[in-house]
């Protein structure tokens, strides 16, 4: 029973092209994100939604599109593939409130390589 | 930009010794949280704690945290060779559970 999942786990792309990775959350969370893992593990978030509403935007070239059709679906698409885009792309998701703080579930990652 | 750093950057020790990882930080918080990645792997939550918390345990584990000095450490009791993995602080500064990521922590136990 995969609690946050996406799809695909590895994708190689040439630079110009333009793609998606899909993500699902089956644990009924309101919240959902996306994070990139580069090279050095390093992880930085890059985009959250609270039900459907985009909450927080990082620094991300606008290349990098994300959508959520509604609460348990995330999804990122990237245009115009550069070498740097280059990472693991991780998907989270989250309970969200005032009164209380909470862990977030990640999905096992996309591998992207742009070539 | 980059709130927490983890040290040592790389840990290697024997089974049934402990692992100590620290994390330190440079703003205020509101709750701080450890995760686990295995190789290959996504990331696993392993404990929070809140800004107004020094200490929580989770069977081995144990957290601790000092306001103060901006700064958590992660105490891992009786490694396993299981628990060979990179170890992950991740600070909260409050509202829409913006996680800023440390550089994390390879943790290696050898059996």
């Known amino acids: 029973d995969t609690a946050v999942s996406q799809t695909p786990k590895y994708l190689v792309t040439q630079m110009g092209n333009d793609k998606s990775i899909k993500c699902e959350q089956n644990?009924?969370?309101?919240?959902m994100y996306w994070y990139k893992q580069d090279s050095k593990k390093f992880l930085k978030i890059m985009f959250s939604?609270?039900?459907?509403?985009?909450?927080i935007n990082e620094t991300v070239p606008n290349r990098f599109s994300p959508k959520s059709p509604d609460k348990a679906h995330l999804n990122l698409h990237i245009n115009s593939l550069e070498l740097g885009d280059s990472a693991v792309y991780f998907c989270?998701?989250?309970?969200?409130?005032?009164?209380?703080?909470?862990?977030?579930?990640f999905g096992p990652g996309t591998r992207l390589t742009v070539t | 930009s980059q709130q927490g750093e983890e040290d040592p950057q790389a840990l290697s020790i024997q089974e049934g010794e402990n692992a100590t990882m620290n994390c330190s930080y440079k703003?205020?918080?509101?709750?701080l949280q450890w995760y686990r990645q295995n190789s290959g792997r996504g990331l696993v939550h392993l404990i929070l704690?809140?800004?107004?918390?020094r200490e929580k345990h989770s069977g081995r584990l144990r957290v601790t945290l000092d306001t103060s000095k901006k700064s958590s450490s992660l105490l891992i009791t009786a490694s396993r060779a299981a628990d060979t993995a990179s170890y992950f602080c991740?600070?909260?500064?409050?509202?829409?559970?913006?996680?800023?990521f440390g550089a994390g922590t390879r943790l290696a136990v050898h059996p």
């Open positions: 939604y609270n039900n459907k509403e985009l909450i």
């Open positions: 991740a600070t909260d500064r409050g509202g829409y559970n913006k996680l800023i």
């Open positions: 703003t205020s918080i509101n709750n």
């Open positions: 704690i809140r800004s107004n918390e």
């Open positions: 989270a998701s989250s309970l969200r409130d005032s009164m209380r703080f909470y862990e977030q579930y």
């Open positions: 644990l009924g969370h309101d919240t």
